[in-house]
């Protein structure tokens, strides 16, 4: 099975104006050496909020060579179609600003199906074992190292590996 793995960082907290795309895609279950790894800046054709600037480091200057996600789409939407989209919190993040992005660009959206590793956890994981089901916090519980924070394409590997803990 085909999986998708993803993460996005914002310009701004309109959840619609994406900075960075991560996405891991491999198919489950075994060492696929055929992994697709993308890690894209874009250009959010937005403007930068200085919170979100904080939190991940990307600005506008960082981007503006960078392609907008209508450009980028075309190459992307082959890890979305035909395969399970998996990542931390999802739904009301990665695949909303998705989403909205595909409707800003008059673009169809394909069938999506996905999994969320925040939810799948709270499943899990009974509530007295961990403080909270934040990313860092089960990475922190399950011993997963992590360089660096809010950087989407790392994000997404580290949802891989949660995801592997959870199931295993």
């Known amino acids: 099975m085909k ?12 959840n619609k104006s994406i900075a960075q795309i991560g996405i891991l895609s491999k198919t489950v279950g075994k060492n696929d050496p055929n992994a697709v790894e993308i890690n894209l800046l874009i ?5 930068f909020n200085e919170n979100c600037v904080r939190i991940h480091g990307i600005t506008a200057d960082k981007v503006k060579s960078a392609p907008n996600f209508k450009v980028i789409w075309d190459d992307i939407e082959k890890y ?3 395969a399970v989209v998996i990542g931390h919190n999802i739904a009301s993040s990665a695949l909303d600003a998705i989403t909205k992005n595909l409707e800003r660009y008059n673009i169809e959206p394909p069938e999506m199906y996905y999994l969320c590793t925040y939810e799948l956890a709270k499943k899990i994981i009974p509530s007295f074992a961990i403080s909270d089901y934040g990313l860092y916090t089960l990475c922190n519980f399950f011993g997963i190292p992590f360089k660096r924070q ?4 790392y994000d997404a590997c580290v949802c891989s ?3 592997d803990r959870l199931v295993n």
């Open 3 to 14: 999986v998708t793995f993803l993460d996005v960082e914002y310009a701004n907290i309109q």
């Open 43 to 47: 250009d959010p054709e937005d403007e």
């Open 161 to 163: 590996d949660i995801l």
């Open 80 to 82: 979305f179609t035909n």
């Open 150 to 153: 809010h950087d989407a394409f």
